[in-house]
């Protein structure tokens, strides 16, 4: 079956750092999706990518989706504490009818 | 005020006993889903259904049970057959007119095992 992974599974930088985490599908996606949990919550919608090569921006949020369909990353400029939590992305793909979820990258950001 | 809302917040379960995780959701979806997080882990898919009366195993289903009786509705029980039931169970619901089927997510419930 479609599977998603993602790197790194953690991370930990201080603020006012660059963070990245990228997503990679074993099939072509239709759609990525990426959501953020906070620590003690449960995972919130932040954005959704179609197109191949597409890039979204919010705020100090960038989100890329690849050429081939098959992989996403998204990228924090300038970190800040309230950046904490673990970020997932999801893809919808080939013949499936349900979104399948990364493994989730968890973000520490210190002072 | 819409949304997914889930109860109870935590529920502690003794060996041996079926437990039963309540997900209502008022945003008139069409699809629901359960899925269990252990702890720094990801979420694997337990049950989902797409319409009412109407429901598939997910990656992770033994130990589990479903139904669908009503759209509002998607109750999880935890069997005894689940051997290692201690985890935080997320519910989510989609619409099958929303892009990609962008799921929201219910507050969740912590099971413990005593």
Known sequence: GQQVMQIPQYQHVQEGEDFTTYCNSSTTLSNIQWYKQRPGGHPVFLIQLVKSGEVKKQKRLTFQFGEAKKNSSLHITATQTTDVGTYFCAGLGGTASKLTFGTGTRLQVTL | ?114
Request: hydrophobic share 25%; with cysteine; glycine share 8%.
């Open chain 2, 1 to 114: 005020d819409g949304g997914i809302t889930q109860s109870p917040k935590y529920l502690f379960r003794k060996e041996g006993q079926n437990v039963t995780l309540s997900c209502e959701q008022n945003l008139n979806h069409d699809a629901m889903y359960w899925y269990r997080q252990d702890p720094g882990q990801g979420l694997r898919l337990i049950y989902y259904s797409q319409i009412v009366n109407d429901f598939q195993k997910g990656d992770i289903a033994e130990g589990y049970s479903v139904s669908r009786e009503k759209k509002e509705s998607f109750p999880l029980t935890v069997t005894s057959a689940q051997k290692n039931p201690t985890a935080f169970y997320l519910c989510a619901s989609s619409s099958h007119d929303s892009p990609g089927e962008t799921q929201y997510f219910g507050p969740g419930t912590r099971l413990l095992v005593l």
